[in-house]
């Protein structure tokens, strides 16, 4: 359940975890909406209060996506991802919320997700968070408006899908995962693609969506169940 949509007096503290999910603002090739991130992580972030204790919070829609130049990208810096991030945590903490789940929906953003536990835990100690990156519990080769994500976009959200136009793009995935830090931390990365696609669209189906959505869910379930048991003792 959406933590916007209650009263004050409604919002039980306590027990209940707070999933935020966070995405981006940037181009995923001709066939895609750029808020395609921020919808993924939205949706897994709904699904998984509807599983766990828990509630969500509205997609933060502001990314660190400076490698998709000249591409379209609203971007903020990894310093002020972070702030806001650790500030967010902070004052749900203090509003009663001792555990929160920051669900990144986007590569750029991992190394600011990586350490706000750290950055929040020393402000205070009590509010644990935990940093999950929903694409590395999908059991696909990620891509960037290719099969996965637009597969996934048909099932969440297919009226923002133009499979009409979408194209193949940057295929060489091998040199992809051999470079890809290097490759983020090229401002203009993306040209490579051409066309602003890392794998191939055209296949892509609701069905093939749905699939990954059900081995995520389980797998996103898995690892928190986990970091609660790790975290505990
Ligand atoms: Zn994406």
């Known amino acids: 359940m959406s ?3 209650l009263s004050h007096y409604e919002i ?6 707070v999933i935020i999910p966070l995405g981006s603002t940037e181009q995923h090739g001709p066939h895609l909406p750029v808020s395609t991130d921020t919808i993924i992580a939205e949706y897994f972030a709904n699904q998984l ?29 990894n310093d002020l991802l972070s702030e806001l991030l650790t500030q967010i945590c902070v004052s749900l903490g203090e509003n009663g919320f001792n555990q929160i789940i920051i669900l990144n929906g986007h590569r750029g953003n991992m190394g600011v997700v990586q350490y706000v536990p750290q950055k929040v835990e020393k402000i205070n100690p009590k509010v644990k968070v935990y940093g999950i990156n929903y694409w590395q519990l999908i059991e696909r080769d990620f891509d960037h408006g290719g099969i996965v994500e637009t597969s996934l976009m048909l099932a969440i959200s297919p009226k923002l899908v133009q499979m009409s136009k979408a194209k193949s793009g940057y295929l060489n995935r091998k040199m992809l995962h051999a470079t890809y830090s290097s490759f ?12 602003g696609v890392l794998g191939d669209p055209r296949n892509a189906t609701k069905e093939e969506g749905k699939k990954i959505i059900s081995t995520t869910l389980k797998n996103l379930l898995r690892t928190i169940k986990e970091l609660d048991r790790l975290l505990a003792t």
């Open 3 to 5: 933590l916007y949509h």
């Open 184 to 195: 983020l931390s090229n401002s203009s990365s993306f040209k490579i693609t051409k066309n």
């Open 49 to 77: 209060t509807k599983k766990i204790p828990s509630y969500s919070l509205s997609g933060i829609p502001s990314g660190v996506s400076f490698e998709h130049r000249p591409f379209f990208n609203i971007s903020i810096t």
């Open 12 to 17: 039980k503290r306590g027990k209940n975890k």
